[in-house]
T-cell receptor, first 113, second 110 residues
Framework: EADIYQTPRYLVIGTGKKITLECSQT?????MYWYQQDPGMELHLIHY???????EKGDLSSESTVSRIRTEHFPLTLESARPSHTSQYLC????????????FGSGTRLTVV | GQNIDQPTEMTATEGAIVQINCTYQ??????LFWYQQHAGEAPTFLSY????GLEEKGRFSSFLSRSKGYSYLLLKELQMKDSASYLC???????????FGAGTQVVVTP
């Protein structure tokens, strides 16, 4: 039973379109993260948030932006999609001190054609 | 820079034991995690170590040596459903960010 939800699960979109990937969690976690993962490659942190109105860029440079207006919601937006944005995007949340790290969403597999 | 290294792939037969090693050099250390990821799915939590030693959980065990920057995940009595990628991740600060390795693809053969 998932407590963190990502939509859509799969998305194919044309170059230049604006898209928003949704991520919501029902656990009341303060911390939320977006990771990008290409097939067979490691997860790269692209954005994170430690609470409402707090967002930071991660280790991997990304052309996407995020917002955190409510605790449970952490959407990621690409203003103009490009084929280089084709990847899997994973959202996760955590609570300080918890010993299982993150709870992950099911991911959004994005293809830009 | 920060490095988390694991072997790319390991193959083992059903019923056998496999040990996946992970070495890390990170700017900070506040715990090491192992996740399992089946193809096309999200990672799921397997184990957590913050102190040196062995943590056992059913068929899975994880070991940590902080002085050596080394951990391993031991999978016993392998089953076909254990075929997956196993990710080593280090929590680098007290706030919770995780740095991931590239994962080790374990292939279990009959």
């Amino acid at each position: 039973e998932a407590d963190i939800y990502q939509t859509p699960r799969y998305l194919v979109i044309g170059t230049g379109k604006k898209i928003t990937l949704e991520c919501s969690q029902t656990m009341g976690h303060d911390k939320m993260y977006w990771y990008q993962q290409d097939p067979g490659m490691e997860l790269h942190l692209i954005h994170y948030s430690y609470g409402v109105n707090s967002t930071e860029k991660g280790d991997l440079s990304s052309e996407s932006t995020v917002s955190r207006i409510r605790t449970e919601h952490f959407p990621l937006t690409l203003e103009s999609a490009r084929p280089s944005h084709t990847s899997q995007y994973l959202c996760a949340s955590s609570e300080l001190g918890q010993n299982y790290g993150y709870t992950f969403g099911s991911g959004t597999r994005l293809t830009v054609v | 820079g920060q490095n988390i290294d694991q072997p790319t792939e390991m193959t083992a037969t059903e019923g056998a034991i496999v040990q996946i090693n992970c070495t890390y050099q990170t700017s900070g250390f506040n715990g090491l995690f192992w996740y399992q990821q089946h193809a096309g799915e999200a990672p799921t939590f397997l184990s957590y170590n913050v102190l040196d030693g062995l943590e056992e959980k059913g068929r899975f065990s994880s070991f940590l040596s902080r002085s050596k920057g080394y951990s391993y995940l031991l999978l016993k009595e392998l089953q076909m459903k254990d075929s997956a990628s196993y990710l080593c991740a280090v929590r680098t600060d007290s706030w919770g960010k995780l740095q991931f390795g590239a994962g080790t693809q374990v292939v279990v053969t009959p």
